[in-house]
């Protein structure tokens, strides 16, 4: 047990020396040393006022500097966060996932917030969202970029912007928008995945699957019943599609990863389509069919190396499920909703911080979980494994139940 805790406090120091160097003032530095500490230790709300109780402060002065007015740059924090991810996480067979988050609020004056569908949710509600980009591999899962929606009426009225700090350069931008920034951003930075994967909301923006074809970077993207497709010289609605799919199609039955129940077990059949502008790339669609009749099938676009199997592309549509893990624990576990800021920066370096937490947590379930396959293989044989097979047999915690259809 000591020496488990000696560990973590020189993993923590060590961190918080590197995020450090993009703090100008050395109390800035000891704040953002004390948040930290706070959304890692055992708070029941991690806002400025509990993470200063946390760590003994007698107020939260500190804690709202920090976050709102401080000099430091959020962004090259964010910078190390993904690189730290990335050098942990790093794996062939690697996913990139974009996806958004919800965040309820009561009031009208948190930047951002307006009444909006919120997944989390489930409905309509007032709220902000904040769309994020992450990692996963057969190590893990963690959070490499953020971006907060701004709505269009929000960005119509700059006094208002104004009042809530956003930089008079921001302007309104959708969610895939937003996705293809962040995407774009870590693909420059050198991270390299085999898949990217999202939900309809993304995998339906042409501009956002075509900016991935264009670096060669292959996806499996989800999209809806309305989405076209072109088969010969025919275009034809992705609905149309699959009622036209005959009885002998040839369904196969295939894991997407590990669930909370064991392998997540569905119907797969991949339909190719025209060849893409790409030499040596096929584009495709890729159905899922539930087990139990009466459920919705879902479709993918995928855009592949030619010769890619219909496993590895049924394992990388499941690799959307594990950003999901990854706010219900940065939100269970480290307070990514729990904040109470008002402006555009406070936002930005709130969930920025967590991502820093969580990617010290991501760092150390790696190290056990290499101990560990080196104590179960004897200290031989291979180390890594295709993603997420390995998660069926590897002590990985099981993905959130799913229910997204």
């Known amino acids: 047990m000591r020496k488990q805790t000696r560990d973590w406090e020189s993993s923590l120091s060590s961190w918080l020396t590197a995020l450090g160097g993009y703090v100008k003032r050395a109390e800035a530095r000891e704040h953002l040393g004390a948040y930290l500490r706070g959304l890692l230790g055992d708070v029941d709300r991690r806002n400025s006022w509990q993470l200063a109780e946390h760590q003994g402060i007698a107020h939260s002065y500190g804690f709202q500097y920090l976050i709102n007015r401080a000099r430091w740059d959020e962004d090259c924090v964010r910078d190390a966060v993904r690189q730290r991810v990335y050098e ?117 923006s042409f501009q956002l699957r075509w900016t991935l074809e264009e670096r ?93 199997s219909l496993e590895d592309l049924a394992l990388a549509a499941g690799g959307r499920w594990n950003i999901e893990r990854c706010f219900q624990e940065s939100k269970s576990q480290l307070g990514l909703d729990h904040y109470e800021v008002r402006i555009w920066r406070g936002w930005y370096r709130h969930i920025t911080l967590v991502m820093a937490a969580y990617a010290l947590l991501v760092t150390l379930r790696r190290y056990q979980l290499k101990k560990s396959l080196l ?20 002590a990985l915690p099981p993905l959130p139940s799913d229910e997204e259809g």
């Open 375 to 394: 104590l179960n293989l004897g200290g031989q044989g291979p180390l890594f494994f295709p993603w997420p097979k390995c998660g069926d047999g590897c």
């Open 216 to 308: 060669g970077q292959g996806y499996v993207m989800a999209v809806n019943r309305k989405a076209y497709v072109w088969q010969g010289l025919e275009q034809r609605k992705v609905g149309d599609l699959l009622e036209a799919l005959p009885g002998n199609v040839g369904w196969t039955r295939l894991s997407a990863g590990a669930g909370s129940q064991g392998p997540r077990e569905y119907d797969w059949v991949y339909l190719p389509l025209n060849p893409g502008s790409f030499e040596g790339w096929q584009r495709g669609v890729l159905v899922r069919r539930f087990l139990n009749a009466g459920q919705e099938m879902t479709v993918y676009f995928t855009f592949a190396p030619c010769g890619t």
């Open 88 to 204: 942990v996480l790093r794996d062939y067979d690697a996913v990139l996932v974009v996806d958004e988050t919800g965040f309820l609020k009561k009031g009208h004056h948190s930047v951002g917030v307006k009444r909006q569908y919120s997944g989390t949710a489930g409905r309509i509600e007032n709220c902000q969202i904040g769309v994020f980009l992450g990692y996963a591999s057969c190590w893990g899962q963690g959070l490499v970029d953020r971006a907060l929606f701004l709505p269009q009426d929000w960005a119509d009225d700059r006094e208002r912007c104004r009042q809530a700090g956003i930089p008079e350069d921001v302007s309104h931008k959708t969610k895939t928008a937003l996705a293809r920034e962040m995407l774009s951003r870590t693909l420059d930075r050198g991270v390299t995945a085999r898949w990217v994967t999202g939900d309809a909301v993304y995998g339906d």
